[in-house]
């Protein structure tokens, strides 16, 4: 990565400086029966030993589990802080920097691809091209996982952990994505919305999108 737009190296910064910190908080990822059975449907419809790359991987705990469940996985991530943590703490997985929006794979290589709350720090208007370079990574009827926070208005993190930096954490309906997936050449198969879990701290209510490669973009 040589030149990065503003939002990639806002969100690379914010994610070195708390990248510890996030890996003791989120230790036990995935924590709710609800995400867990999400990514165990999303692993079925892979199937055992497709490969699939966690993007956005973060410290690798849905990397991890999604291997538990016998698929080939690796990881990439913006944030070499993040990185650190990963490989750490996953020694037999493959982490990898970069953006997502820019994978280093070929065109149709993929069994499947999950961005577990990464497609979070990416502009809406950005959407269109990251979702294209989901679909070519994909091979033809190959699975894309998508998880993020509901709602219209952004939430601003700032000094988390007393450190100082800064981002926004976008929130989005589900209908919206489910819409610019759509002419990115996704069929959608499964929208799953769940409520606020209080005891992790959740404000929103959570939303998992599964769509398969279905045929060319529009
Ligand atoms: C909220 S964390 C989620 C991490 C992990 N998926 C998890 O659930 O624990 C968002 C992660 O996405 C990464 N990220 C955001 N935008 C990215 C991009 N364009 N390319 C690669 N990674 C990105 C960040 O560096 C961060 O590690």
Redesign the pocket.
């Known amino acids: 990565m040589t030149q990065q737009a503003d939002f990639?190296s806002a969100?690379?910064t914010f994610?070195d400086a708390i990248a510890d910190d996030?890996a003791v908080r989120?230790h036990d990822?995935p924590a709710r029966p609800m995400d867990r059975g999400v990514l165990f449907a999303f692993a079925e419809l892979v199937g055992v030993g497709g490969h699939v790359v966690?993007?956005?991987?973060?410290?690798g705990?849905?990397t991890r589990y999604l291997g538990s469940l016998g698929l080939a996985v690796s990881g990439?991530?913006?944030?070499e802080g993040?990185l650190g943590v990963a490989r750490r703490e996953n020694p037999g997985i493959r982490f990898e920097l970069?953006?997502?929006?820019e994978l280093g794979y070929g065109d149709g290589t993929l069994d499947g691809v999950v961005s577990?709350?990464?497609?979070?720090?990416?502009p809406t208007h950005e959407l269109p091209a990251l979702f294209a370079e989901f679909h070519r990574v994909l091979k033809p009827g190959g699975h894309l996982l998508l998880?993020f926070q509901v709602g219209d208005e952004p939430r601003h993190y700032d000094r988390p952990w007393g450190h100082p930096v800064a981002l926004d954490?976008l929130r989005r309906r589900p209908e919206a994505m489910a819409e610019l997936l759509v002419p990115a050449g996704f069929d959608v198969r499964s929208r799953t919305e769940r409520e606020p879990e209080a005891s992790f701290e959740e404000k929103v209510p959570q939303a998992y999108l599964i769509a398969a490669k279905s045929r060319a973009a529009i």
């Open positions: 990639l969100t690379r994610y996030y989120y990822e966690d993007v956005g991987c973060g410290p705990r849905v990439v991530d913006l944030s993040m970069g953006s997502m929006l577990w709350y990464s497609s979070i720090h990416t998880a954490f």
